[in-house]
T-cell receptor, first 114, second 112 residues
Framework: NAGVTQTPKFQVLKTGQSMTLQCAQD?????MYWYRQDPGMGLRLIYY???????DKGEVPNGYNVSRLNKREFSLRLESAAPSQTSVYFC?????????????FGSGTRLTVV | KNEVEQSPQNLTAQEGEFITINCSYS?????LHWLQQHPGGGIVSLFM???GKKKHGRLIATINIQEKHSSLHITASHPRDSAVYIC??????????????FGKGTHLIIQP
């Protein structure tokens, strides 16, 4: 089925470990996003990629890096995980940054840092 | 930066009732999004609207650009409508697709 695929779905890390969250979309969308969702708060933008080859910081980029590997894939890396990064992470995509289309979200990655 | 407020935060109603969820935002936008999230589940886009009203099945979304306000209505509510409903608008004034900012969500429970 067409859509946004995130891996893994669940992950437990120890403080200081690193990991990469993977995201891929098969809808030929130009723009991709990483959000985090924490209890009692709205989703917050970590990083986004308006088009292949570009990435920009969002509201809460500290502690994260991203790579837009190609048009389909946008990965999020935690270099040295901290308990404050315990969250549910969602990847999303939309056709184009210049106009307003709906967004498609992945099913999320639940990350716990102990 | 745009700010989003939703109300109510929690809503419990009986099956068949008419439901209204409200959303207000702080700066002008090009479009507003309504999303649905089931417990432990992913996020599904319900509506994107920039003016007037949209209807899909028992769901109706309206927006008043001048008042910076939108409502999501559910007619003839059913227990399967139980979910968190989230309003989202462009993060920055001027719109575009440089990310969204989200309300905290309305947790809706429909009792049989």
């Amino acid at each position: 089925n067409a859509g946004v695929t995130q891996t893994p779905k669940f992950q437990v890390l120890k403080t200081g470990q690193s990991m990469t969250l993977q995201c891929a979309q098969d809808m030929n969308h130009n723009s991709m996003y990483w959000y985090r969702q924490d209890p009692g708060m709205g989703l917050r933008l970590i990083y986004y990629s308006a088009s292949e080859g570009t990435t920009d910081k969002g509201e809460v980029p500290n502690g994260y890096n991203v790579s837009r590997l190609n048009k389909r894939e946008f990965s999020l890396r935690l270099e040295s995980a901290a308990p404050s990064q315990t969250s549910v992470y969602f990847c999303a995509s939309t056709p184009d940054r210049s106009t307003n289309y709906g967004y498609t979200f992945g099913s999320g990655t639940r990350l716990t840092v102990v | 930066k745009n700010e989003v407020e939703q109300s109510p935060q929690n809503l419990t109603a009986q099956e068949g009732e008419f439901i209204t969820i409200n959303c207000s935002y702080s700066v002008g936008i090009s479009a507003l999004h309504w999303l649905q999230q089931h417990p432990g589940g992913g996020i599904v886009s319900l509506f994107m609207l920039s003016s007037g009203k949209k209807k899909h099945g028992r769901l109706i979304a309206t927006i008043n650009i001048q008042e910076k306000h939108s409502s999501l209505h559910i007619t003839a509510s059913h227990p399967r409508d139980s979910a968190v409903y989230i309003c989202a608008v462009p993060l920055w004034a001027g719109g575009g697709a440089d990310g969204l900012t989200f309300g905290k969500g309305t947790h809706l429970i429909i009792q049989p």
